[in-house]
């Protein structure tokens, strides 16, 4: 007798589970948009053969909005309404409590560089910020929730 087989389906289940959540990630969405998006010194263009999708980075910012809400003049949670924050400055949201680390980044820009730092490590960016999500180690991920949050205007 087999010393696996009552292991089977175990490894079915596990087998099925890997194609159906690595199925909710692999759709990619056509884009039509052209510009050029730079992420860690990596110059990555939006087109519909790129591998960036705005839909896996918006399903990876489930782990945001736990904090944050995304919505145009949404309330500031934990964390401040990410609405439109490329372009916009650190402690960029009147009225919101910002640790003394963001506070002192005021006059900066969110850029598509300063992100993809923030999103690696909230913390190596501006130590003793209150933030406690450790962060995206992929790349990949941090540059589709930039592409992502790059849509919210």
């Known amino acids: ?6 292991h089977y389906p175990l490894y079915v289940l596990l087998f099925l589970l890997f194609v159906g959540t690595t199925g909710l990630y692999v759709s990619y969405k056509q884009h039509s948009n052209t510009e050029p998006l730079t992420v860690a010194s990596t110059q990555v263009t939006l087109s519909s053969s790129d591998a960036i999708s705005i839909e896996h980075g918006r399903g990876l910012t489930h782990e945001c909005i736990t904090c944050h809400t995304m919505d145009e003049g949404g309330p500031a949670r934990l964390g ?4 439109g924050i490329l372009g916009a400055h650190h402690a960029h949201m009147k009225g919101y409590a910002y640790s003394k680390s963001l506070a002192n980044l005021a006059d900066r820009i ?3 560089e300063a992100l993809d730092k923030w ?5 190596a ?3 003793g910020t ?3 999500f450790p962060g995206f180690i992929d790349a990949n991920d ?3 929730i930039i592409a992502y949050l790059k849509t919210l205007k």
């Not at 007798?1 to 009552?6: A, G, I, P, V």
């Not at 999103?119 to 913390?123: D, E, K, N, R, Y």
């Open 125 to 127: 960016y501006a130590p």
């Open 80 to 83: 401040p309404n990410l609405f």
């Open 142 to 144: 941090r540059a589709d």
């Open 130 to 132: 209150t933030m406690a």
């Open 110 to 112: 969110w850029t598509t």
């Open 119 to 123: 999103l690696q490590s909230p913390t």
């Open 1 to 6: 007798m087999n010393k696996w087989r009552h």
